[in-house]
């Protein structure tokens, strides 16, 4: 029971473009909402977050909007650089994180 | 300022064999979570710790998997006679407290492989 799904498991950008990521949840008990960024290697970083009871939420050039009737969330990154390209996991919450997949990101010079 | 530090970084063992994985939180975290990442698929949630308890131990796959934390500080999980599909990277993360909503902070991981 995958609770946390994010279907696209690749997607590349060119740099300066907008990137999406998108991210459907079934637990309509998720309390809050998190990606993390993972480069190789490397364990997962934190990345932003958003409560279930906001649909949008900013931080610089990263942005997460949240649709609960539709439960579905997405990561928006705008303008996209080459240094975004990793891994993306979405994550949700209620007494302990659900993550997903994840999606790798690619931007291209 | 450190961060969650994990060892070994690798480890590769016989099938049958134990092993045990160390994770130093980061100091003054009273929550450490265990998650392990199997190929091509999401951070699988195995256990957390609230200090020295452990409230949630739901996500351990078999009894062979066991966790313990001392000094409400550094955990140890143990695999009993591993199999191959014990094969992951083992992540462990602290956060200040396990409130909802709070980050936590990964380790680089533990890659298992099971031979």
């Known amino acids: 029971d995958q609770q946390v799904k994010q279907n696209s498991p690749s997607l590349s950008v060119q740099e300066g473009r907008i990137s999406i990521l998108n991210c459907d949840y079934t637990n309509s008990m998720f309390d809050y909402f998190l990606w993390y960024k993972k480069y190789p290697a490397e364990g997962p970083t934190f990345l932003i977050s958003?409560?279930?009871?906001?649909d949008k939420n900013e931080d610089g050039r990263f942005t997460v909007f949240l649709n609960k009737s539709a439960k579905h969330l997405s990561l928006h990154i705008v303008p996209s650089q080459p240094g975004d390209s990793a891994v993306y996991f979405c994550a949700g919450g209620f007494q302990k994180l659900v993550f997903g997949t994840g999606t790798r990101l690619l931007v291209s010079p | 300022g450190a961060g969650v530090s994990q060892s070994p970084s690798n480890k590769v063992t016989e099938k049958g064999k134990d092993v045990e994985l160390r994770c130093d939180p980061i100091s003054g975290h009273t929550a450490l979570y265990w998650y392990r990442q199997s190929l091509g698929q999401g951070l699988e949630f195995l256990i957390y710790?609230?200090?020295?308890?452990?409230?949630?131990k739901s996500g351990l796959p078999s009894d062979r998997f066991s966790a313990e934390r001392t000094g409400g500080s550094v955990s140890t999980l143990t695999i009993q006679r591993t199999q191959q599909e014990d094969s992951a990277v083992y992540l462990c993360?602290?956060?200040?407290?396990?409130?909802?909503?709070?980050?936590?902070?990964f380790g680089p991981g533990t890659r298992l492989l099971v031979l």
């Open positions: 958003i409560s279930s009871i906001k």
């Open positions: 993360a602290s956060s200040p407290t396990q409130g909802l909503g709070e980050t936590q902070y």
């Open positions: 710790f609230q200090g020295n308890s452990a409230p949630d």
